[in-house]
């Protein structure tokens, strides 16, 4: 039997030979959601806002256009090297004290403390 191809490559006629597609709904992650800033993300990811320069803003989506990346993922990788860099520069992070902790943990997505 003669074999069609698709992008130069040889593709079974029979559908015996075919390889089986997976079918349904993909797999259900049991993903622990802790705060409200990580609904609707992938595990290990958490919802954020910040107010930057207008400039900075769309020369971080004209990079992110250029490398064919998601907005999220040039920003991540910035936002990492930053991190790296600064840990070299300076030693290790060391852990907000608790206290400041519990202050931020009050305060609604805008930086203010929460009314409620």
């Known amino acids: ?19 089986k597609r997976k079918v349904g709904r993909p797999a259900t992650t049991n993903k622990v959601i802790t705060k409200s800033t990580q609904l609707g993300t992938k595990e290990g990811e958490e919802r954020a806002t910040f107010i930057l320069r207008q400039e ?3 020369n971080i989506k004209t990079i992110a256009y250029w490398d064919r990346q998601l907005l999220k993922e040039t920003i991540d990788i910035a936002l990492d090297t930053y991190t790296k860099n600064w840990i070299k520069k300076n030693g ?3 852990d907000r004290p608790e206290q400041v902790k519990a202050r931020d943990s009050k305060r609604s997505n805008s930086g ?3 009314t409620k």
Do not use: G, W, Y
């Open 92 to 94: 290790p992070l060391k």
């Open 56 to 58: 900075l803003i769309e």
């Open 112 to 114: 203010r403390p929460s």
């Open 1 to 19: 039997m003669a074999k069609h191809t698709k992008n130069n490559v040889a593709l079974p006629v029979d559908k015996e030979q075919q390889p």
